[in-house]
Structure formats: C-alpha cells, structure tokens
C-alpha cells in the first residue's frame, strides 16, 4: 500500500501520540494504557502547528501519524512556507518502507485541476503548496478519491451554518438609499440642536453626499464629533406643583446630522431586534400605533362585556425609565443577539 496524506481541510486534528514535550509542558496522554512493546513514541514538536509522533502496532513495517495544523489561507507566505518546509523535513524522516497516514486541518482546498474527486470548483493558495508536498513525497490526497456525487463530497458540516451564515445585519459604509429614507423622517418646524441647523436645512439643500460621507467617518472610523453627544434639553411642565423639578419632563434636542446618523442605525438594526422582542410588546415599534393599541384595548373590553366575564386593567407609569436603564447590560444584550457595536 502506497504512502498517504489525509488533508483534510476542515476535520480537527486526530492522532497518536505520547509524552511528546511541547512549549506548554507535557503533551495529551495517548487515551489509555499501552505496553512499551506495542507504542514507541518518537515524535518531536516541529512547531505549534504540527506534531509527528509514530506508533508501533501489531503490524509490520511501522505505521507513522503525523498530525498538522497549517497556518489559514490568509496567513502570510512566509509563515505557510515555513510550515511546509517543517512538514517536508518529517516526511522525509520517515523510513520508506513505513506506512505514513498525515492528519490534520490543512486549511487548503484542491479543486479538479488537481484531484479525481474534489468538492471545491478550485485550488487556492494553500492548496497549492499541498499539492506541490502530495507531488514531491507521492503522497495521495486521500478524501479526494471517493466518486460521489458532488453534494457528498463534503467531510464535515459545522452545524452552526444552519443558524448564522454572517452578521445579521449590514455593518458596510451607509449608502445614499439608506440617507434618503432616514431623511424622509425629519419633521419640518422642528427646533435646532447644539449645531444650530434646523431640519428645513437638511431636507431642502443639496448636501447629501458630503452628510453622507461624514456619516460614514462616523460609523466606519469611529469619528463622531463632540457636538454629537450634546443636547439642548427644554423643561417641559407637567400637571402638579411647578415649583417642583420632578413636575417637569426633559426634551432634548440632539444635532440634525446626529438624528439622521442613528437613525440609519436604527432602520439596519430593527429587522434583526424583532424577532426577539416579545409579540405583545408594542412601544417604538415600527407599524404599531398607539390608536391601533387602543382600538384592541377597546375590543378586548367589548368581548368581555359581551361574555359577562371579569377583567383586570393594569397601568403602569415607570418614574424615569429611561434613566434607570442599565446601559452595559443592554450593550451585552445586543452583543449576544450578534448586534456590533
């Protein structure tokens, strides 16, 4: 039986090995007890990215595992040669008349160009220098010799690919289509912020691309201005004892710029909030009206009516709920539903 290399590019690392000393200490037991007769370890660590180690079995010759793990595609070439040289240097070391078996994540693909059988349309950078190894040494890529149907080709599914292919949300420069439809929910009439500029400003003068692109500063460099976090805040009284700053509610007035900018925020993050949020919560929810609510609120009470049944009414007021919210939870919250921040 000819000599062969298993690459494949997805499946953990699996191998033999025993007391093989590496920069952490000793290396992983070998999974149960072995007499010295029938396991000669005498693997040496090459680099943190593979481990030779061979195994005597009740066989003759030798059976020789070596497991890898190369650097990822993206790595520089310097560091995938070097892998590879490492590797070549324990090929080599290896008696020919052993049966050689190389496990590992090689990170590589091979496309038909250069295997029988390949799942992917293409060889890439990594590939190539596994090939060029498989070529030198008359190595087989192992996995790439089953006919199967294409669909069947793969070697292993990450189950997490069902739930979450990328971020759920768009994280790229804001575009002008996006700008228009955050401008379009400026009310006119409306007092100016810290910056002074009304909405009447933002809406009828041709500053779009250069709003736009400073925008963009903002969400892909992180350059917010100053100003951004300042606001005008307008006491507006409520029912009771003026004399009492408690009877009064704060409106801020934040920059123009500011509003259009987290409102772009908002409309990117909202398809991916809802879903999580609970059907019977309808407040800042975008299509849910306070007069829709109460029209329900009305019918439900007719039901009741009509069945001679009791209900219980319950309204809560939440002194200064805004104030009392934990922000670095919420920071959490939205981490975890994959919401960047």
């Known amino acids: 039986m000819k000599n062969k290399v298993i690459p494949n590019p997805i499946l953990p690392a699996v191998g ?36 030779p180690s061979d195994a005597l079995m009740h066989c003759n010759p030798v059976t020789t595992v070596i497991v890898v793990y190369s650097p990822t595609n993206v790595a520089p070439s310097e560091e995938v040669e070097k892998f590879y040289e490492d590797l070549a240097t324990a090929v080599r070391d290896v008696p020919a008349h052993n049966f050689l078996a190389i496990l590992g994540d090689f990170n590589a693909r091979l496309g038909p160009e250069d295997a029988p059988y390949p799942y992917h349309d293409s060889t890439n950078r990594n590939g190539a ?6 070529m030198e040494h008359e190595l087989l890529a192992v996995n790439t010799m089953f006919r199967k149907r294409t669909g069947k080709r793969w070697t292993f599914q990450d189950r997490a690919t069902a739930f979450l292919q990328n971020l759920p949300i768009d994280d790229g420069p804001f575009t002008a289509s996006e700008l228009a439809r955050a401008k379009s929910t400026v009310r006119e009439g409306k007092s100016a912020g810290p910056d002074g500029i009304p909405p009447e400003v933002l ?5 779009d691309d250069l709003i736009l692109d400073f925008c963009n ?6 350059m917010q201005p100053d100003i951004w976090s300042l606001s005008n805040i307008i006491p507006v009284p409520n029912a009771g004892d003026l004399s009492k700053p408690d009877n009064y509610r704060g409106i801020s ?28 919560q309808n407040g800042f929810r975008e299509g849910r ?3 829709a609510q109460i029209l329900a ?22 002194k200064k709920a805004f104030d009392s919210i934990h922000r670095s939870t919420m920071d959490t919250w939205l981490l975890l539903e994959r919401i960047p921040l």
């Open 16 to 51: 033999v090995r025993r007391n093989i000393a590496t920069d952490g200490g000793a290396g992983p037991p070998s999974g149960g007890q072995h007499d010295d007769k029938t396991l000669n370890p005498q693997g040496r660590v090459l680099s943190d990215h593979s481990t």
């Open 129 to 134: 220098y596994l090939m060029a190894l498989l």
């Open 203 to 207: 809406k009828y003068c041709d500053l």
């Open 217 to 222: 500063l903002a969400l892909l460099h992180n």
């Open 253 to 280: 007035l934040t920059c123009i710029t500011a509003k259009v900018y987290n409102r772009m925020i908002l409309n990117r993050i909202r398809h991916a909030i809802d879903p999580h949020l609970r059907e019977n």
């Open 289 to 291: 009206t306070t007069a």
């Open 297 to 318: 609120l009305r019918r439900m009470i007719e039901e009741v009516k009509k069945d001679n049944l009791t209900a219980v009414l319950c309204f809560i007021d939440f």
